[in-house]
């Protein structure tokens, strides 16, 4: 019966899947291990995170680490896995981001909670704020991917309060 629902698409997993982008599919699909929401969760996760990183065209050392460490924090995954899946999020959004970045976004939109989206802007802002300094490249990139998500600037603005001394902009020392 179910494989019949799954043809038919009437199967909510047959349709969530339908609806995952290229990108979450091949991430996920390396997550098989976990369930399917949760594997599609941390593939559009890793992705929108990698986004942030890739802003300014360079992906530093201390914004994949800290990308390594978000994604282990939200799921249960190894050291080992959570890095694969952050290689896997950083190379599709070199290769893919100006194709994907929306629809990634969008996608991690519709499948989590209001509270989850939200821990989604303080984990970009601290991955774009790994090298302490969040660039004004990086800023308008979290502006952007918070709007996408839903946020109204009162909310981007509070969300940014917690990482004010790592804004660039602010630096008297940056030009």
């Known amino acids: 019966m179910r494989a019949l629902r799954r043809i038919l698409g009437v199967d909510d997993d047959a349709r969530s899947e339908a609806r995952d982008t290229?990108?979450?599919?091949?991430?996920?699909?390396?997550?098989?291990?976990?369930?399917?929401?949760?594997?599609?969760?941390?593939?559009?996760?890793?992705?929108?995170?990698?986004?942030?990183a890739r802003a300014d065209?360079?992906?530093?050392?201390?914004e994949s680490e800290k990308m390594v460490a978000l994604v282990r924090g939200a799921s249960t995954l190894?050291?080992?896995?959570?890095t694969l899946v952050v290689q896997m999020a950083k190379t599709s959004a070199i290769a893919l981001g100006g194709t994907e970045n929306y629809l990634v976004t969008r996608q991690f939109r519709d499948i989590s909670t209001p509270e989850q989206r939200v821990e989604?802007?303080?984990?970009?802002?601290?991955v774009a704020g790994a090298d302490q300094s969040i660039s004004h490249l990086e800023n308008t990139e979290v502006t952007t991917?918070?709007?996408e998500l839903g946020f109204d600037d009162r909310q981007l603005a509070s969300i940014r309060a917690a990482f004010r001394d790592r804004?660039?902009?602010?630096?008297?020392?940056e030009g």
């Open 22 to 52: 290229a990108t979450v599919r091949r991430i996920a699909a390396e997550l098989e291990a976990l369930p399917a929401d949760e594997a599609r969760f941390l593939a559009a996760f890793a992705y929108v995170l990698a986004r942030v």
């Open 57 to 62: 065209l360079e992906i530093s050392r201390e």
């Open 78 to 82: 190894s050291e080992a896995q959570a």
């Open 120 to 126: 989604l802007l303080r984990c970009l802002f601290a």
């Open 145 to 147: 991917i918070g709007q």
């Open 167 to 173: 804004l660039s902009v602010l630096n008297k020392d």
